[in-house]
């Protein structure tokens, strides 16, 4: 019921080789987890819009997870070849969507992506989040104006390809 919403979670957060490993921790922190999960105990089945945002909070947190082992791997291989390199750096998106959503700060980034791309609604972001559903609103409509502010001035910066700026100007 959640494994496949959470593997397209995933897929949009990580690489896709990460994906595998996360959504397998996940599932085993929400079965360690089961008597925590939102609704009745021994009832019918609880209603999955209230189940799974409390597992994408639940996939969210193991990302995190990951990604600091990950960090932690990766100094460790840095200490003992005791080298001069950097980790490399993902190559940029150059569309004018990511350029605008690397602009917001890493909160509102993930309330737009649960908003946008999930299709939750913001007392659902909030559980996600751990923050209130009136400051899930509050942000999301300033990220969400800021977001279209940015995507406005970067298309109107944006030179048409092929025209010099001053083409079809006589120099009288």
Do not use: F
């Not at 799974?52 to 070849?81: F, H, Q, S």
Request: hydrophobic letters at 35%; a positive charge; aromatic letters at 4%.
């Amino acid at each position: 019921m959640v494994a496949e919403p959470l593997h397209r979670y995933l897929l949009r957060r990580t690489n896709p080789d990460m994906v595998e490993d996360v959504l397998s921790e996940t599932m085993l922190v929400l079965w360690r987890r089961i008597d925590d999960v939102p609704g009745p105990g021994t009832g019918p089945p609880p209603d999955p819009d209230d189940v799974l945002p409390w597992c994408y909070g639940v996939a969210r947190g193991c990302l995190t997870n990951a990604r600091r082992a990950d960090g932690r791997r990766l100094r460790l291989v840095e200490r003992l070849i005791r080298t001069q390199q950097h980790p490399s750096t993902m190559a940029p998106d150059h569309s004018d969507l990511h350029a605008a959503l690397d602009g917001l700060g890493e909160l509102d980034r993930e309330m737009v992506r649960l908003w946008a791309w999930e299709g939750l609604a913001p007392r659902q972001i909030a559980e996600v989040t751990g923050l209130t559903s009136n400051a899930v609103s509050i942000r999301l409509h300033r990220a969400k104006k800021k977001l279209a502010a940015q995507l406005q001035l970067t298309r109107k910066n944006t030179e048409r390809p092929g025209h010099k700026p001053d083409e079809g100007r006589s120099s009288q």
